[in-house]
């Protein structure tokens, strides 16, 4: 199990994230919150061959989580707090302002 945990993260680091999610599912399916929190990530960034989905993300993270994976944990609650718009506080204002205006922008 250590050994295709390895091969996953090497796939990773070449940037075959197909082949890495791949690795990953295999070893998650078996009940590896590791491999789920990776699996997590993958979902959430996308890569060469796997197209971002935060709902699979979600998923992993919850099931990671569910086991004690406290990163997971970390991911999920800071996917959950994203809102539709980004909040920029600026320390001058927009318009040329002090006083750290905040403006929000439409992801």
């Known amino acids: 199990m250590e050994n295709l945990m ?19 599912e295999k070893l998650a399916m078996e009940g590896d919150p590791d491999a789920m929190y990776r699996l997590g990530l993958i979902y959430r960034d996308g890569g060469r061959g796997v197209i971002s989905d935060h709902q699979e993300a979600r998923r992993w993270f919850s099931r990671a989580s569910k086991l004690g994976h406290a990163k997971a944990h970390d991911a999920l609650l800071a996917m959950n707090s994203h809102s539709e718009y980004i909040t920029v506080f600026t320390e001058k204002g927009y318009g040329g302002n002090y006083g750290g205006e905040m403006s929000r922008f439409r992801r």
Do not use: Q
Not at 6 to 24: H, K, M, N
């Open 6 to 24: 390895a091969e996953g993260e090497e796939a990773l680091v070449r940037g075959d994230t197909y082949i890495a999610r791949d690795i990953f």
